[in-house]
């Protein structure tokens, strides 16, 4: 009877060691795949982001070699760096956000209690920004022709304004 007992042990034992391997073997084999395929969508949805941002940036001074060239003078020589540009012209903007009655160059006069400032800025190209304002209730949008002049300030100039309805 014990040996029949070790007999029967030894056969369980070797079937469940059988079972065992079998079930890890395939769920490793699960998860290679199951990693595979997680990592071929996540590869997709990097690649469409980057388009996307690719696309999204198209319009600004960093990617415009255009509008970068507007700025070096006639012996190749840049008069103003682009990269210093950018944010000096923004906080230039912003800085008229300071003023009692609001930003000026929003386009729009103040309503109420509240002033409109400018709470987001994008330089377009050489020429152009678009900026977004509000007065806390109130949103909208404004499209500003900036020049750099020759004692290196910046003027502004409200070319088209728009508020949206609450």
Known sequence: MKKSFLLYAFIILILLNVFTYTFYSKQVAFEQDRYQRVTKKLKEKIQTTESKLVDASYFTLENNENAQNYFESEDGSQIIQHQKLIPFVTERLLDYNA????????????????????????????????????????????????????????????????????
């Open 99 to 166: 003023n009692p009655k609001g930003n000026p160059y929003t386009g729009q006069d103040q309503i109420g209690v509240s002033k409109f400032i400018i709470n987001k800025v994008k330089i377009l190209n050489h020429r152009w920004i678009i900026a977004d304002f509000s007065d806390g209730s109130l949103w909208g949008e404004v499209l500003l022709k900036y020049f750099v002049n020759e004692d290196q300030t910046i003027s502004f100039e409200v070319n088209q304004s728009l508020l949206y309805q609450k």
